[in-house]
């Protein structure tokens, strides 16, 4: 079954403390991952789509990686603005029909 | 440009009553989904609408209707509300399905209890 798994389900750091968000999928034929931001009471705002396996896209304090397996959203230094549920999502079938993780519920502490 | 824009923002039903969500975009996109949010339970796929004409079920279709109205607009109908619809609804817009480089744009939600 076509699955999309995030972990960890929450994650508390302090300002600075840098980490990584992982989503691991099981789907065949891979034909693209998507990262989204949604902050509490907003819907999901798009951050990034990878295409293959070793592929890596950036912004601000934001890197997301992709293997064949699984994508991390590292975060560098993060600020209490960066506080949000990150979640990742995969195509399934035909990519009209997405397939969302529960998503990581990042919150950073000043 | 407003993006996607739903309405409305809140609402209360009871049990067997009915009514329309709406939703409309403005960047001439073709294709066009609802999605509802539960916790622990990510956004799960209602309908979809691929281009303007035809609709499609998602992975949570009963309960619901749909209708494409133009490009531009997407209605979620309930028709007879019951508890387990009590959810938050998202409408989402991307330029064009069956492509993995269409990425989602999504509106504010519309926050449904059942009660």
């Known amino acids: 079954e076509d699955q999309v798994t995030q972990s960890p389900e929450a994650l508390r750091l302090q300002e600075g403390e840098s980490s990584s968000l992982n989503c691991s999928y099981t789907?065949?034929?891979?034909?693209?991952l998507f990262w989204y931001r949604q902050d509490p009471g907003k819907g999901p705002e798009f951050l990034f789509t990878?295409?293959?396996a070793g592929e890596e896209k950036e912004k601000e304090r934001l890197k997301a990686t992709l293997t064949k397996k699984e994508s991390f959203l590292h975060i560098t230094a993060p600020k209490p603005e960066d506080s949000a549920t990150y979640l990742c999502?995969?195509?399934?079938?035909?990519?009209?029909?997405?397939?969302f993780g529960s998503g990581t519920r990042l919150s950073i502490r000043p | 440009n407003a993006g996607v824009t739903q309405t409305p923002k809140f609402q209360v039903l009871k049990t067997g009553q009915s009514m329309t969500l709406q939703c409309a975009q403005d960047?001439?996109?073709?294709?066009m989904y609802w999605y509802r949010q539960d916790p622990g339970m990510g956004l799960r796929l209602i309908y979809y609408?691929?281009?303007?004409?035809?609709?499609d079920k998602g992975e949570v279709p009963n309960g619901y209707n749909v209708s494409r109205l133009n490009k531009r607009e997407f209605s979620l109908r309930l028709e007879s509300a019951a508890p387990s619809q009590t959810s938050v609804y998202f409408c989402?817009?991307?330029?064009?399905?069956?492509?993995?480089?269409?990425?989602?744009?999504f509106g504010p939600g519309t926050r449904l209890t059942v009660t």
């Open positions: 789907v065949s034929g891979l034909r693209g």
């Open positions: 989402a817009s991307s330029e064009a399905p069956g492509l993995a480089r269409y990425e989602q744009y």
């Open positions: 609408s691929a281009s303007e004409g035809t609709t």
């Open positions: 960047m001439n996109h073709n294709s």
């Open positions: 999502a995969v195509p399934k079938g035909s990519a009209s029909k997405i397939i």
């Open positions: 990878l295409y293959s």
